[in-house]
T-cell receptor, first 114, second 114 residues
């Protein structure tokens, strides 16, 4: 079946540090991959997505590359800010799954200290 | 405009009450979703509407009753809830409900059942 595994949090970084949040997936075929972010007390916002192998999604300084050979979609940012403190969810959507269903990882909480 | 709105923002109800959650989008999307999110967990899919017809019910108890009066509006009617139903209820929409589509989430309704 389809599944997503994210690194366990929480992750605590100092401002301007480099961020990596690991995400690996299990799926047949070629799923679409997403990173969503949830700020405290809010709903989920799409951060970036990639729909095929070697695609790189990017937004607000965050990047993730769809690696089919390692079934990974790791999230990176070169210099985090306090305002990046949030919970980050990796997700996939795959043909043959429930209609339009997103499979989420468990989420990784990021705290950035000034 | 990629906005999904939800009302109310917060709701407190007793176990004998009847209440409704409302979700609206004006992006012309034809698929709408209800998710339930408990603290420190990823969202769990409850219902999917596609072209105003219920297409997925993820074995949700009958005390939750969804309704899609038109393509822009999605309601969730609540009756005889239990304290364990307290959670953040998220609405989302996507273009047609096909795999790989981006789902756009609303800010959620935080529900407390006493």
């Amino acid at each position: 079946g389809n599944s997503v595994t994210q690194m366990e949090g929480p992750v605590t970084l100092s401002e301007e540090a480099f961020l990596t949040i690991n995400c690996t997936y299990t799926a047949t075929g070629y799923p679409s991959l997403f990173w969503y972010v949830q700020y405290p007390g809010e709903g989920l916002q799409l951060l970036l997505k990639a729909t095929k192998a070697d695609d790189k999604g990017s937004n607000k300084g965050f990047e993730a590359t769809y690696r089919k050979e390692t079934t990974s979609f790791h999230l990176e940012k070169g210099s985090v800010q306090v305002s990046d403190s949030a919970v980050y969810f990796c997700a996939l959507s795959n043909y043959g799954g429930s209609q339009g269903n997103l499979i989420f990882g468990k989420g990784t909480k990021l705290s950035v200290k000034p | 405009d990629t906005e999904v709105t939800q009302t109310p923002k917060h709701l407190v109800m007793g176990m004998t009450n009847k209440k409704s959650l409302k979700c609206e989008q004006h992006m012309g999307h034809r698929a709408m979703y209800w998710y339930k999110q408990k603290a420190k967990k990823p969202p769990e899919l409850m219902f999917v509407y596609s072209y105003e017809k219920l297409s997925i019910n993820e074995s949700v108890p009958s005390r939750f009753s969804p309704e899609c009066p038109n393509s822009s509006l999605l309601n969730l009617h609540l009756h005889a809830l239990q304290p364990e139903d307290s959670a953040l209820y998220l609405c989302a929409s996507s273009q047609r409900g096909l795999f790989g589509e981006t789902q756009y989430f609303g800010p959620g309704t935080r529900l407390l059942v006493l």
